[in-house]
């Protein structure tokens, strides 16, 4: 397992006290309902992040290496949502993936036959019993605003042979001023020329 400390997170982090209450509140209904002792907010599961980028507002994740535990799991959230929404707002997103890593373990234990039935789904029966117990709508997606990550820069150009348009993003376009052949239609098999009232935004 990772020497990441997931408890710092949260002790480094005062904006976040809600979403670490939710998920010990979570770890303690899973405790007393199903005798499961499952706990991301001291790390004994597995790693806490803040680290996701893009549309995705949560993430459960897991790398398999043999037995069950050996299993390396990581719930990760996307702290750039959580500034826009605000905590109050993200705390369902905790719950569902925490769910998530609840249902997977059950699976596990439940062994291999019993794993793959579909209550065990990821947004299966077992998991939305879970995000009821711990008071959330069990949404599969969330409706949260999201910005895209970045925008992207991109450099229009034309086929000398056939006329046809491409664009083309930061990287094939230094490449290509570089190298001219490095790229031809798709089509015709023609040069690529520049047009040079680019670049576009998207």
Known sequence: MSDFSPISVFSRSP????????????EGLVREE???????????????????????AGLFSVRLSGALDAAQMS????GGIIDRVGEE????TIAHEYAHAVVF???QNAGRKAFRRDDFRPHGEIWSSLMRLFGHSPDRCHSYPVTPAR???????????????YRLGVVR??????????????????SLR?????????
């Open 34 to 56: 199903t005798g499961l002792d499952l706990t991301f907010s001291d790390g004994r599961a597995g790693t806490l992040r803040f680290d996701l980028k893009g549309l995705r």
């Open 75 to 78: 719930l990760r959230f996307n």
């Open 105 to 107: 373990v059950l699976g």
């Open 151 to 165: 925008r992207r820069k991109l450099y229009g150009y034309r086929c000398a042979g056939c006329n046809r348009e």
């Open 194 to 202: 520049h047009e040079p009232e680019t670049p576009v935004s998207v």
């Open 173 to 190: 376009h230094e490449r290509l001023a570089k190298n001219p052949g490095y790229l031809v239609c798709g089509r015709c098999r023609g």
């Open 89 to 92: 707002d993200f705390l369902p």
């Open 15 to 26: 904006s976040h006290p809600l979403l670490w209450r939710e998920l010990q509140r979570a």
